[in-house]
């Protein structure tokens, strides 16, 4: 009787319906993820490196391709809907942010596999990361490793896990699928962090604290997880935000004494706020950012400041504008306050440092207020603003960042300041690179910086946060200080005897850096395509 029950037709599971066309940036990604784990497990050591190097680029340029494909297919207006079972949207935003991490992630592959900018260690170029990972700092097996020339090359299938996940949580339509991609991009980053090739325990400590913070910010975003389905029931973006619009059509009885409790969803938004909002690095939940860009490799910092930030805005505007637009009058204070502080304290906070990569830790912390304003908006152009400045800023961190890879002394990089001193007469094109990528950051005229400043702000004031524009643009003043300080320091100090060089990088790092200029400068003189692009993939599906 049992067997007869279960093979009855009303006791068979549904299969799931998965839309494998529509998901096919991600799964090639992730194909591409588990072929680098199998190349690690079976190729020799050898030629390990450029086949990985061929792979990461050939399924990121792959996977590009299929987010055009969708967005000519009508994916991104017409046809957006949510797929795989209600669990992920495919929609403007969504393939508007997925193609954005796919281009940045494609040239901070490049900065990952440069291999000419240290002198070869016993005849064998070698790279940013730790020969051996899992030897012990200064051990006689570290020295081995690097007397036999190995390299990590597992950063590499590493890099395409996490940026899988980044590609999934802008796109997340419930809040289990929500979770699970931030834990499928934050575990490869914390491990991509503890690898570097030089000052290995700073960046250990680096990894170790990310790692942690991490870990109580993902229990936040749980517990937060926990409470919203109390209260409505489901985890699907949708039904919470019927119930809390209050024309949900049917209520499950187990759950009928909670569902529509106010104090479980107020609490709940809340910690899922904070888990997002340590992922952006917004003030209060920013203290990792400038230990973490310091102590990791620079290439991965490059790589995390810029995409990460890309992937947890989208979820942040997906959850804000799609589950809780309801909770508006809530919200949009609490988010008025973060945004405000996180501008002042990047700017300020910025203006006392003297290392190269926690300057632009403060830096992106005050960024992830000015776009917080365009969060804020809360409006269609609020969101065309917000996909602009990211799309902007994230060629722009990822240039700096390996313009920092080329200064060096005996010991590695240069990142103290007070060694840039007079860059501009020992190497004045790469002085004159990271003068432009400075002048957007700090947003001025014919730059993307200005762009993307001037789209956030005017979508704030239109959206009645006036008072807070006027915050950002004094923000935005203290922060051009810092930067035209660097701009000085370079071009009108003089070189010390024992500066540091500039090493002269391979094709590679010389793409990436190409592409940051050229991204600038077309997106600060022509602006208005771009604009318009992200206006058409500015509408959420619901």
Same mark, same amino acid.
């Given at each position: ?13 549904p ?19 588990v ?19 061929f ?18 297919g ?66 006689? =097996?570290?020295? &081995? !490793? +690097? *007397? ?11 890099? %395409? @896990?996490? /940026? $899988? ?19 499928v ?17 700073? =960046?250990?400590e &680096? !990894? +170790? *604290? ?11 975003? %749980? @517990?937060? /997880? $926990?409470?919203?389905y ?30 529509g ?23 209060? @939940? ?17 790589f ?27 919200w ?6 973060v ?10 906070i ?38 602009f400045?990211l ?38 094109l ?18 993307s ?32 200080f810092?930067?035209i ?14 500066g ?36 058409h ?6």
């Amino acid at each position: 009787m049992l067997t007869l029950a279960a093979n009855g037709p009303a006791d068979r599971i549904p299969a799931p319906h998965i839309e494998y066309a529509q998901l096919a940036p991600t799964l090639i990604v992730v194909g591409a993820a588990v072929l680098g784990v199998l190349v690690e497990a079976f190729v020799p050591r050898r030629s390990r490196y450029h086949l990985q190097v061929f792979l990461s680029v050939a399924a990121l340029a792959a996977a590009f391709a299929a987010v055009v494909g969708l967005a000519a297919g009508g994916y991104g207006n017409t046809k957006a809907h949510i797929a795989a079972m209600g669990a992920i949207a495919v929609d403007g935003p969504a393939l508007f942010l997925q193609g954005t991490i796919l281009l940045a992630s494609i040239v901070a592959v490049f900065t990952f596999a440069e291999r000419r900018l240290d002198p070869k260690a016993h005849g064998n170029r070698v790279d940013s990361f730790a020969a051996q990972a899992a030897s012990v700092p200064g051990s006689d =097996s570290e020295k &081995a !490793a +690097v *007397k036999a020339g190995f390299t990590t090359t597992e950063v590499f299938p590493l890099a %395409l @896990f996490a /940026i $899988a996940g980044m590609l999934i949580f802008p796109a997340a339509d419930d809040l289990l699928t929500l979770f699970v991609a931030l834990e499928v991009f934050s575990l490869p980053l914390y491990l991509l962090c503890a690898v570097a090739r030089r000052q290995r325990l700073m =960046s250990q400590e &680096a !990894a +170790v *604290k990310y790692f942690l913070l991490g870990a109580f910010s993902s229990a936040f975003l %749980l @517990f937060g /997880i $926990a409470l919203l389905y109390g209260y409505a029931g489901s985890v699907s973006y949708a039904v919470i935000a019927d119930v809390v619009d209050g024309t949900v059509a049917t209520v499950d009885p187990a759950l009928a004494s909670t569902m529509g409790n106010d104090a479980l969803l107020l609490i709940g938004g809340a910690l899922i706020l904070m888990g997002l909002l340590f992922k952006v690095g917004a003030v209060p @939940f920013h203290m990792w950012t400038p230990d973490v860009y310091q102590g990791a490799p620079t290439p991965v910092t490059g790589f995390m400041a810029a995409a990460t930030k890309v992937a947890a805005f989208g979820a942040l505007l997906r959850l804000l504008y799609v589950v809780l637009p309801g909770l508006r009058w809530d919200w949009r204070p609490v988010m008025w306050g973060v945004a405000i502080v996180t501008m002042l304290a990047g700017a300020v906070i910025a203006v006392t440092q003297t290392d190269v990569k926690r300057l632009l830790a403060y830096s992106s912390i005050a960024h992830a207020g000015f776009i917080l304003a365009g969060v804020i908006a809360t409006s269609a152009q609020g969101v065309q603003s917000v996909l602009f400045y990211l799309g902007a800023y994230s060629f722009v961190t990822i240039g700096a960042f390996a313009v920092v890879t080329l200064v060096r002394d005996a010991g590695g990089e240069a990142t103290h300041l007070s060694k840039w001193a007079g860059l501009g007469r020992r190497s004045p094109l790469t002085a004159a690179v990271f003068a432009v990528f400075l002048l957007a950051f700090a947003g001025i005229p014919l730059t993307s910086g200005f762009a993307g400043k001037f789209a956030v702000f005017k979508a704030a004031a239109e959206g009645g946060a006036g008072a807070l524009v006027v915050v950002g643009v004094i923000s935005s003043a203290i922060a051009a200080f810092f930067y035209i300080r660097v701009i000085v320091l370079m071009f009108f100090s003089e070189p010390k005897a024992d500066g540091p060089t500039v090493a002269v990088p391979s094709p590679l790092t010389m793409t990436t850096i190409a592409v940051g200029v050229a991204v600038t400068l077309v997106l600060g003189l022509a602006p208005q395509y771009f604009l318009e692009l992200a206006g058409h993939a500015s509408t959420f599906v619901r």
